[in-house]
């Protein structure tokens, strides 16, 4: 439902395109790593993914499932609330192992949250966290790291900001790109897979930032 309901918002909120490197392929049982920059970002990602078919179990803040509607939908489709700072957390990477197990697509976002920032411009991602490292240690799967750009042209900022972002985004219709990219297997101790998955994806950032034309992207 949420692939499907994505299909339908993304692009009433902006003007989405989807590009992928040459080896690029959405392998069943593979981790999805993608930057985070923006509450608006993940609809943007699974609307992508979708267009080739996937419909990824996402790994997300636990305070959503307390939303009404969203937090049914969430649970009735397998996707896995995340508890950060708890030791809650390891059972988290748990069920994302089985879904892997499973052949799903698990979508994680490393960085572990939203950047501080108030403007609206791009950056590349930030510190990763150790449990995709942890992930992918455990169970052996590749990592499809995907970069996104343009969603904090849809919500950046204060609450306030926020809100008159997605009103009015209906009318201003940004232009949003997220890039796929080739498949990786992770190897070394933590930080050094930590240091892989975050190069990949921050690659896979900076192409998508570079199709809009983002100066933080265009000048790295």
Do not use: C
């Not at 976002?109 to 501080?116: H, K, Q």
């Not at 970069?147 to 950046?156: D, E, L, P, V």
């Not at 998508?208 to 992207?217: G, I, V």
């Amino acid at each position: 439902m949420l692939s499907r309901v994505a299909d339908v918002l993304v692009p009433t909120v902006g003007r989405l395109s989807v590009t992928t490197d040459s080896g690029a392929e959405l392998v069943p049982g593979s981790i999805v790593a993608a930057n985070h920059t923006s509450l608006a970002d993940p609809a943007i990602v699974v609307a992508a993914l979708h267009r080739f078919g996937a419909r990824p179990v996402i790994m997300a803040a636990a305070g959503l499932w307390r939303v009404p509607l969203l937090g049914r939908a969430l649970a009735r489709e397998g996707h896995i609330p995340v508890v950060r700072g708890d030791r809650r957390a390891a059972a988290a990477l748990d069920i994302a192992a089985e879904a892997l197990e499973q052949g799903r697509l698990v979508l994680i976002y490393a960085e572990g949250g939203l950047p501080r920032r108030r403007d609206a411009a791009e950056a590349a991602p930030g510190t990763f966290r150790s449990g995709l490292a942890r992930l992918s240690e455990r169970t052996g799967a590749p990592v499809i790291p995907v970069g996104q750009a343009g969603a904090r042209r849809i919500t950046s900022g204060s609450t306030a900001k926020q809100l008159v972002g997605l009103v009015t985004a209906p009318l201003r219709r940004p232009d949003l790109h997220v890039h796929v990219g080739t498949p990786l297997e992770l190897t070394g101790d933590r930080a050094v897979r930590t240091a892989q998955a975050r190069t990949a994806v921050t690659n896979a950032w900076r192409t998508a930032a570079a199709h809009l034309r983002e100066p933080a992207a265009l000048t790295a």
